[in-house]
T-cell receptor
């Protein structure tokens, strides 16, 4: 069974640009969660999607948004990039999202904002 | 809000040494507790979990006991190997909007030398 895949793996953007990251969950998983990992703040929850609906949201500004498609693939978008958005963005998928121990993480997308 | 504090790293040990990584938590309810491991270039993997007080989670020689009286969940391994070199995250879960979410500590980088 294929694991969670994230594309691209590495990305360099300029301040003010926008970026879209993609996450393909494990087949059959309907919940996708996104996390931001930085050296200073550690791992922080961004949002969770289940059956194309945002079910939970962390404490991030509106520049961070996401969506989920009917095949459960998810994208997250960051508009008007700031230097502080440089981070590793991880997504995790699970069958229902109801139990975190069911979550499987992808390898992440490393975003660098210059 | 709920939070996790784990010992700062980095931690450097020789092969076969004893490992302890301290983790304490603050939570309003009765969270489940987790240890995740992140190997270089990879996403997070669930290492072990405990869902109630006095539970002991164990996997791959690692152990951690859920101590409600000291609000702790310290990770231990009796004899580390070079292959254990990774970043270790302590985390707790809480339920919001019908699904569980994770709050992570900042991570402890472990390097094991031969």
């Amino acid at each position: 069974k294929a694991g969670v895949t994230q594309t691209p793996r590495y990305l360099i953007k300029t301040r003010g640009q926008q970026v879209t990251l993609s996450c393909s969950p494990i087949s059959g998983h309907r919940s996708v969660s996104w996390y931001q990992q930085t050296p200073g703040q550690g791992l922080q929850f961004l949002f969770e999607y289940f059956s194309e609906t945002q079910r939970n949201k962390g404490n991030f500004p509106g520049r961070f948004s996401g969506r989920q498609f009917s095949n459960s693939r998810s994208e997250m978008n960051v508009s008007t990039l700031e230097l502080g958005d440089s981070a590793l963005y991880l997504c995790a998928s699970s069958l229902s999202g109801r139990a975190v121990y069911e979550q499987y993480f992808g390898p992440g997308t490393r975003l660098t904002v210059t | 809000g709920d939070s996790v504090t784990q010992m700062e790293g980095p931690v450097t040990l020789s092969e076969e040494a004893f490992l302890t990584i301290n983790c304490t938590y603050t939570a309003t309810g009765y969270p489940s507790l987790f240890w995740y491991v992140q190997y270089p270039g990879e996403g997070l993997q669930l290492l072990l979990k405990a869902t109630k007080a006095d539970d002991k989670g164990s996997n791959k020689g690692f152990e951690a006991t859920y101590r409600k009286e000291t609000t702790s969940f310290h990770l231990e391994k009796g004899s580390v190997q070079v292959s254990d070199s990774a970043v270790y995250f302590c985390a707790l879960s809480f339920t919001q909007g019908g699904s569980e979410k994770l709050v992570f500590g900042k991570g402890t980088k472990l390097t094991v030398n031969p």
